[in-house]
């Protein structure tokens, strides 16, 4: 079995990423040699169209998979030679692997999610949810909250055509499903009705502070979680918990994300829970 491996992350602004920690840490963990470097796209230089030259040349130079983020996710799609049932249902990849002649693209933000929902939040209520944000991370959470029992899903977005596409989008792979776009002003008309609440917007991270609705609006009996995983404990959390809410916060969609991926790249099965309590050390270090 492979032993060594050679993995990077193509985005933006990816040098302050927890993934290389993560992965190198748990690839330890099973006595692999796993170097994980970021290959930011702004130091650089290269433009978000250039991924695809990106990637090539990180499999001349031996790379045996990539991670990728915003904003390549899609732009990488056109310079693979398949895509999973997932990414492709998505139309966003996170992850490629470099399979013989072949660079075969993944997503495992839908899978990290599920997994982070049921296993962070078991037995949650999931007739209706209210998700914050139609973004990429949104779609993701959209599928993946419609794949996993969500009755009745509403999306709210400031932008309300980004969020009218995420519902076509979840009706053409999901069309049993029951799944609206509703405008930011009306949140206080839904979220009464919602058993959860997920904030897929980028509000709550340390350069966008603050929380993504009126805190009044939420109870002792509703969910919510957040994907934001730094800090680990946003502001919307902490309101949450201050009402009585069961939370879950964006480390766990984070570690799961990872684990799904490193189990493509290696072909073993991570600790997800090991994962999860080094990310916390990671978080508390800064």
Known sequence: MKSVFLVGLIGAGVGPSLSPALHMREA????????????????????????????????RLGF?????????????????????????????????????????GYNTDTTGFGHALRTGMPKAPLDTVVQLGAGGAGSAVADALVSHGVERLAI???????????????????????????????????????????????????????????????RPDLWVADIVYRPLDTALLQAARGAGSRTLHGGHMAVYQAADAFRLITGIDPDAGRMLAHLRELAAVG
């Open 28 to 59: 330890a963990e099973h006595g692999l040699s796993y170097v994980y470097k970021t290959l930011d796209i702004t130091d650089l230089g290269v433009p978000a169209g250039g991924v695809g030259d990106l990637m090539r040349d990180a499999r």
């Open 64 to 104: 045996d998979a990539l991670n990728i983020t915003h904003p390549c996710k899609e732009l990488v799609i056109e310079h693979l030679d398949r895509l999973d049932e997932t990414a492709a249902r998505l139309g966003a990849v996170n992850t490629v692997v470099f399979t013989g002649d072949e660079a075969v």
């Open 156 to 218: 709210a977005d400031m932008d309300i055509d980004r969020a009218q596409a995420r519902v076509e989008e979840i009706r053409r792979h999901h069309p049993a499903s029951s799944v609206e776009a509703i405008q930011v002003d009306k949140l206080a008309a839904v979220i009464p009705e919602a058993d959860g609440l997920v904030n897929c917007t980028p509000v709550g991270m340390a350069d966008h502070p603050g929380t993504p609705l009126d805190t009044e609006l939420l």
